[in-house]
T-cell receptor
Framework: ETGVTQSPTHLIKTRGQQVTLRCSSQ?????VSWYQQALGQGPQFIFQ???????GRGNFPPRFSGLQFPNYSSELNVNALELDDSALYLC?????????????FGSGTRLTVV | TQLLEQSPQFLSIQEGENLTVYCNSS?????LQWYRQEPGEGPVLLVT?????EVKKLKRLTFQFGDARKDSSLHITAAQPGDTGLYLC?????????FGKGTKLTVNP
């Protein structure tokens, strides 16, 4: 059973550019969530996808967008990058959106905006 | 807005000591989860508690969910250097997972 895989592991972008981060969910998991973790902080919820539909969004601007594919893998796209977007971006998958299910996290993508 | 407050933020203890980490909120959560995160890695799920008053044990770790499902605690007995890491509590509510800022635990040999 494979876990959650994220790519790339590290990325450096220039302010104003666009970036796409990718996530392969754990086998059998149909729910994917994305989180932003700034240094010294807990992860902040960006959005969640369940069976290819967005079904929850945190307090992030529209330039943060995502997709979930039929195989439940997912992408996070960020347009017009700002310096404050520098963070660890975590993807997590779950069996369901139900409260009793835990999340399996990937190791994250470290994004640096210069 | 649902918020989770964790305390203490930092904890440095000697091997063999006991410790408790607290996670508090004014909001009710359908479940609460505890994760441990090491540098350069994603959080790893330790436990999920669902029922108010629930207590779960994982070897030397004891997790408790408050009766009103607004708070939780993590108690570690006889801490070991391998317990070093960032401990995060996370509440499930309103269709999302809300994390606290974490407790950075260092266990010195």
């Amino acid at each position: 059973e494979t876990g959650v895989t994220q790519s790339p592991t590290h990325l450096i972008k220039t302010r104003g550019q666009q970036v796409t981060l990718r996530c392969s969910s754990q086998s059998g998991h149909n729910t994917v969530s994305w989180y932003q973790q700034a240094l010294g902080q807990g992860p902040q919820f960006i959005f969640q996808y369940y069976r290819e539909e967005e079904n929850g969004r945190g307090n992030f601007p529209p330039r943060f967008s995502g997709l979930q594919f039929p195989n439940y893998s997912s992408e996070l796209n960020v347009n017009a990058l700002e310096l404050d977007d520098s963070a660890l971006y975590l993807c997590a998958s779950s069996l369901s959106t139900g409260g009793g299910y835990g999340y399996t996290f990937g190791s994250g993508t470290r994004l640096t905006v210069v | 807005t649902q918020l989770l407050e964790q305390s203490p933020q930092f904890l440095s203890i000697q091997e063999g000591e006991n410790l408790t980490v607290y996670c508090n909120s004014s909001s009710v959560f359908s479940s609460l989860q505890w994760y441990r995160q090491e540098p350069g890695e994603g959080p790893v799920l330790l436990v999920t508690v669902v029922t108010g008053g629930e207590v779960k044990k994982l070897k030397r770790l004891t997790f408790q969910f408050g009766d009103a499902r607004k708070d939780s605690s993590l108690h570690i007995t006889a801490a070991q250097p391998g317990d070093t890491g960032l401990y995060l509590c996370a509440g499930r509510g309103q269709g999302k997972l809300v994390f606290g800022k974490g407790t950075k635990l260092t266990v010195n040999p």
